[in-house]
């Protein structure tokens, strides 16, 4: 996957490459994944206990860790069009991950509000050391955001260029059945 950015302030030009390959003779119950391409949106370093890297593409939710493939969810029905990497079908979602912003609610809970307002939260749930599944789910609908900060204790703060920041005090189901 590959990411060109291209800085107007000092015209400077950045590639960030990540490939991620397996040889094919390696070990048989292993899926070989080649180098591939896709349009990336960043990529989120996750914290324990998950840990790895989760790669944000416009179409797509990759997880890849130390593991032996990697796991993967596809967030609209380009996704398959855009990687050979394979991916579990959330397709029913068709959302576009294209100027999306996120915050860490909890080490396996991610917020992603998108381009139009709309919010996601991605929880990444784990069997034993590695991830099981990307359990996807819309919680609501805001402004459009240009920055997001988590600030701990169930707080996080929200800024906005077209509409006015925002303090938000959350708390999970959990939290509230308690």
Do not use: W
């Not at 596809?74 to 990497?85: I, Q």
């Amino acid at each position: 996957m590959s990411l060109l950015e291209r800085s107007f302030s000092d015209h400077s030009l950045v590639t960030v490459s990540i490939h991620y390959y397996e040889r094919d003779d390696y070990k048989v119950s292993r899926l070989a994944v080649r180098m591939d391409t896709c349009s990336l949106v960043v990529v989120i370093t996750v914290p324990k206990p998950v840990e790895g890297l989760l790669v944000v593409s416009a179409n797509a939710f990759i997880h890849l860790d130390q593991g032996p493939a990697g796991m993967g969810v596809a967030v609209n029905g380009y996704a398959p069009l855009a990687t050979d990497f394979p991916l579990l079908n959330q397709s029913h979602f068709d959302i576009a991950l294209e100027g999306s912003e996120h915050v860490f609610l909890a080490p396996d809970q991610i917020l992603f509000t998108l381009r139009n307002g709309d919010m996601y939260l991605v929880e990444l749930q784990q069997e034993g050391r590695s991830l099981s599944a990307f359990k996807i789910e819309k919680v609501g609908t805001g402004k459009q955001t240009s920055c997001k900060c988590s600030l701990g204790h169930g707080y996080f703060f929200v800024g906005s260029r077209y509409a006015d920041t925002m303090l938000i005090k959350y708390s999970t189901k959990d939290q509230v059945k308690a």
